[in-house]
Nanobody
Framework: QVQLVESGGGLVQAGGSLRLSCAAS????????MGWYRQAPGNQREVVAL???????NYADSVKGRFTISRDNAKATVYLQMNSLKPEDTAVYYC?????????WGQGTQVTVSS
């Protein structure tokens, strides 16, 4: 079983930056996708950014050019660098892993962007 542990959330002013980290409890190998989702109160959970084991990435249109996803496979860790934050980015951010036919989720970390 894999546990995902997130960190880096917090309160930031509009225009500021945050860096989220998510570390898996064990080694990740083979075909897999790691990424970030977010959910604001009253909204559905939406994909923010995904990165496959082969290195390909996908971003939500709303964050393109502002957010960057990266992976450190040696540390089994995925990051989300968030720049030029906007109040509409406020949400609980969840780390995700799809591997071996299973879905894994982090506990979520709150990101609040004030105007």
């Amino acid at each position: 079983q894999v546990q995902l542990v997130e960190s880096g959330g917090g309160l930031v002013q509009a225009g500021g930056s945050l860096r989220l980290s998510c570390a898996a409890s064990g080694s990740i190998f083979g075909l897999n996708v790691m990424g970030w989702y977010r959910q604001a109160p009253g909204n559905q959970r939406e994909v923010v950014a995904l990165m496959a084991s082969g290195g390909s990435t996908n971003y939500a249109d709303s964050v393109k050019g502002r957010f960057t996803i990266s992976r450190d496979n040696a540390k089994a860790t995925v990051y989300l660098q968030m720049n030029s934050l906007k109040p509409e980015d406020t949400a609980v951010y969840y780390c995700s892993l799809v591997w071996g036919g299973r879905d894994y989720w982090g506990q979520g970390t709150q990101v609040t962007v004030s105007s």
